[in-house]
């Protein structure tokens, strides 16, 4: 069974600062996709990044980028220049390429970033 | 802003009533997920309909039914709820359920009571 661990329950951050946030997860399938997903406050789930275990580049999206280690099962995220409205609880998603829509997620990370 | 929508936002119901839940989406996908997300956890999966199909039902009891009129909308009909039923309810959409699709998109769900 594939599972995503997230060991931060929380964290925080100046604003302006950088921060990462570490998952881990765990499978045997050699194909499938990453994502981490932001729920603000205000609760709605958005999309931050995603990556595909195929891709050794490393997926980057304006301020945020990940560290994806497929060898050690590793895929944190790197939040540049940080902003209040960063805050938000930040989850670490796994979906495996045989699935057919289960994503699995991890327990989330709470980010405050501090002004 | 969000392209699920879902009403209503706020919804309390006693045990004994039967309500139901919509959600909505314009991007043309054809996979839809329910979600159950409780107080600082992540989302649960309940269903997914791909092509209109049930396709994957998490062992969720049965007075939750879910229902897909077209691919664009998807309800979930409550009745004798329990107050541990209580949760943020999110829908999401994603270009299908199948390799290479996964990237969900989460409405801003629907806050249940049951009292």
């Known amino acids: 069974a594939q599972t995503v661990t997230q060991s931060q329950p929380e964290m925080s951050v100046q604003e302006a600062e950088t921060v990462t946030l570490s998952c881990t997860y765990d499978?045997?399938?050699?194909?499938?996709?990453l994502f981490w997903y932001k729920q603000p406050p205000s609760r709605q789930m958005i999309l931050v990044i995603r990556?595909?275990?195929?891709?050794?580049q490393n997926a980057t999206e304006n301020r945020f980028s990940v560290n994806f280690q497929k060898a050690a099962k590793s895929f944190s995220l790197k939040i540049s220049d940080s902003q209040l409205g960063d805050t938000a609880m930040y989850f670490c998603?796994?979906?495996?390429?045989?699935?057919?829509?289960?994503?699995?997620f991890g327990k989330g990370t709470k980010l405050s970033v501090k002004p | 802003d969000t392209e699920v929508t879902q009403t209503p936002k706020h919804l309390v119901m006693g045990m004994t009533n039967k309500k139901s839940l919509k959600c909505e989406q314009h991007m043309g996908h054809r996979a839809m997920y329910w979600y159950k997300q409780k107080a600082k956890k992540p989302p649960e999966l309940m269903f997914v309909y791909s092509y209109e199909k049930l396709s994957i039902n998490e062992s969720v009891p049965s007075r939750f039914s879910p229902e897909c009129p077209n691919s664009s909308l998807l309800n979930l009909h409550l009745h004798a709820l329990q107050p541990e039923d209580s949760a943020l309810y999110l829908c999401?959409?994603?270009?299908?359920?199948?390799?290479?699709?996964?990237?969900?998109?989460f409405g801003p769900g629907t806050r249940l009571t049951v009292t």
């Open positions: 999401a959409s994603s270009q299908s359920s199948g390799l290479g699709y996964y990237e969900q998109y």
């Open positions: 990556q595909e275990a195929y891709k050794q």
């Open positions: 998603a796994f979906i495996g390429g045989g699935s057919q829509g289960n994503l699995i």
């Open positions: 499978t045997s399938e050699n194909n499938y996709y």
